[in-house]
């Protein structure tokens, strides 16, 4: 072989560079439809979750006079590891097979979307879950709680938040009137003792929130519904009819709201139709 005909064979400098750049703008081109691709799937899931915990909820409901699982109960197991006793809703519909939850990020209460940090300083987190949020996207409300099941043989993760002012913290004084402690939370005259609402109470169940991007439970704070699709922009939540879908920021509640801080029936209730569902309702009973 002569020395030309192997000169011949071989790529130039300019066509190296040339084949470089077409590969380095196809990345350039494919990345971004990836990422794209990617946060589909991740939504597609958690509303597949949402929807899950929406249908099993409501069977519960079925099976139990209309009633919700409780956010939390204080004597239905032994005092765990922790010094805790108590179970809360995700433990309890686990417990009866209405919705899979486990230890680890592949429970049917883990969004996809979510931080795989924990909301407990006990187990090395940064923050409790009962820390409130600064706001809709900070990370802390993307965090998960985990709490022993029941029989108290492993940690049950859960990263979604559920409608409710959670039990076991007494109720929450609002001029006169109780936010009570369980599912939903709402706004009813002081009574002395805690109310679980019926499903058979809610007059729109396409509109009442029942679980959502958020952390742990609703409490009256707008900041624990977590905006953690879409580069912020989204919560995807599910209702009490067993739905679930994407909720846009500019349809929900903030805190930058000129009503806020003091959380009034009006928006909280969402009474002006302004947020695409509701929160709290008013005398469910």
Request: charged content about 20%; proline content about 5%; hydrophobic content about 40%.
């Amino acid at each position: 072989m002569t020395r030309s005909s192997r000169a011949s064979g071989a790529f130039t400098l300019i066509e190296l560079l040339v084949v470089i750049s077409i590969i380095a703008l196809l990345i350039g081109i494919l990345l971004p439809a990836l990422g794209a691709a990617r946060e589909t799937a991740r939504t597609a899931a958690c509303l597949s979750n949402l929807r899950q915990v929406s249908i099993g909820t409501y069977a519960y409901a079925t099976d139990s006079r209309s009633f919700v699982a409780p956010p939390s109960e204080d004597n239905t197991r032994k005092i765990g590891p922790q010094g805790f006793a108590g179970v809360y809703w995700w433990n309890r519909l686990d417990e009866l097979d209405y919705v899979q939850a486990t230890e680890g990020f592949d429970s049917g209460f883990m969004c996809p979307a979510g931080l795989k940090e924990v909301a407990n300083t006990s187990l090395g987190g940064p923050k409790n879950w009962f820390d409130p949020p600064l706001s809709q996207t900070d990370e802390h409300g993307a965090r998960y709680v985990a709490e022993f099941d029941i029989r108290n043989t492993q940690r049950q993760a859960n990263n979604y938040g559920y409608n409710a002012y959670d039990g076991g913290f007494g109720d929450f004084n609002w001029g006169g009137k109780n936010i009570r402690s369980y599912f939903p939370a709402a706004i009813i005259p002081v009574s002395g003792r805690n109310h679980q609402a019926s499903l058979d109470a809610v007059k729109d169940q396409t509109t009442l929130l029942l679980a959502f991007d958020g952390l742990m439970f609703f409490r009256a704070d707008s900041n624990r519904l977590n905006r953690r699709h879409a580069g912020g922009s989204v919560m995807n939540a599910s209702y009490v009819d067993g739905h679930a879908s994407s909720v846009v920021a500019g349809a929900m509640p903030t805190d930058d709201d000129p009503s806020f801080p003091g959380y009034t029936a009006p928006k909280l209730a969402n009474e002006g139709n302004d947020w695409d569902f509701r929160v709290i309702v008013k005398n469910p009973f």
